[in-house]
C-alpha cells in the first residue's frame, strides 16, 4: 500500500483565495482525521470522518473551514477564503475504528501571504 | 479537554548517552501511543500501550504506560543520531477513539 497520500505537498496562495487540500486514506481504513500543526499549538484535531460520516467537527476553526469524504477513497479539506493565520502543515491521517494507531500522510504546507 | 504535557521540550544530547522524555495528564486514557515525527514528513506511529503499568520494549526504546494511565515515559538507550526527531505522545479515550496530541519533545542524537 502507497500510504497516506495528500496533495499538494506545498501550497502558496494569497490572503483571499480559495485553497483546498486532497487526502487519499488507506484502502481499508475507515476513519480518517485531519489535523493541522504549527510549532505554537502542536497538532491539532480539526474533523474527522468514521466510514465516510462526519463525527466531529468542533475543532475546524471558523466557518471558512468545511470538510467533505464524499466517498471511502477521498476526502477534502477546503479554506475560503484563505487567511495569513491559516499558515501552518495540514496533516491528513487514516485508521481502523478498532483503536489501532494512525497512519499519517506527509502533509500540506499551506502558506497564505 | 484532556491536555498531554511533553517534557522536556528540548533535548540534545551526543551519540551513546541514555535520555527519558515525559508525557504527562491530569486525565486518564483508555490507550496511549507514542509516535516519531522527522522534518517534512508526517509523524510514523510507534507503540500502543493500553494497560496500566505496562512496559513494551521496541530495539533500544523502553515505553512505560504509568499505573493509573495517566502518564508514560519513553526511554531511549545508547542514542544514535537516526534517533534524531520530534516525539509525540498521544491519547485515546472511550470509543470515539479520538486522539489527543502533547506537542512534543525535539530530540537531536549528535555524532
Known amino acids: 500500500d502507497a500510504g497516506v497520500i495528500q496533495s499538494p505537498r506545498h501550497e502558496v496562495t494569497e490572503m483571499g483565495q480559495e485553497v483546498t487540500l486532497r487526502c487519499k486514506p488507506i484502502?481499508?481504513?475507515?476513519?480518517l482525521f485531519w489535523y493541522r500543526q504549527t510549532m505554537m499549538r502542536g497538532l491539532e484535531l480539526l474533523i474527522y470522518?468514521?466510514?465516510?460520516?462526519?463525527?466531529?467537527d468542533s475543532g475546524m476553526p471558523e466557518d471558512r473551514f468545511s470538510a467533505k469524504m464524499p466517498k471511502a477513497s477521498f476526502s477534502t479539506l477546503k479554506i475560503q477564503p484563505s487567511e495569513p493565520r491559516d499558515s501552518a502543515v495540514y496533516f491528513c491521517?487514516?485508521?481502523?475504528?478498532?483503536?489501532?494507531?494512525?497512519?499519517f500522510g506527509s502533509g500540506t504546507r499551506l502558506t497564505v501571504v | 479537554t484532556q491536555l498531554l504535557e511533553q517534557s522536556p521540550q528540548f533535548l540534545s544530547i551526543q551519540e551513546g548517552e541514555n535520555l527519558t522524555v515525559y508525557c504527562n495528564s491530569s486525565?486518564?486514557?483508555?490507550?496511549l501511543q507514542w509516535y516519531r515525527q522527522e522534518p517534512g514528513e508526517g509523524p510514523v506511529l510507534l507503540v500502543t500501550?493500553?494497560?496500566?503499568?505496562e512496559v513494551k520494549k521496541l530495539k533500544r526504546l523502553t515505553f512505560q504506560f504509568g499505573d493509573a494511565r495517566k502518564d508514560s515515559s519513553l526511554h531511549i538507550t545508547a542514542a544514535q543520531p537516526g534517533d534524531t526527531g520530534l516525539y509525540l505522545c498521544?491519547?485515546?479515550?472511550?470509543?470515539?477513539?479520538?486522539?489527543?496530541f502533547g506537542k512534543g519533545t525535539l530530540l537531536t542524537v549528535n555524532p
Open positions: 491521517a487514516s485508521s481502523l475504528w478498532s483503536g489501532d494507531g494512525y497512519t
Open positions: 484502502s481499508g481504513h475507515n476513519s
Open positions: 470522518f468514521n466510514n465516510n460520516v462526519p463525527i466531529d
Open positions: 486525565s486518564v486514557f483508555s490507550s
Open positions: 500501550v493500553v494497560t496500566g503499568g
Open positions: 498521544a491519547g485515546g479515550g472511550g470509543s470515539n477513539y479520538k486522539l489527543t
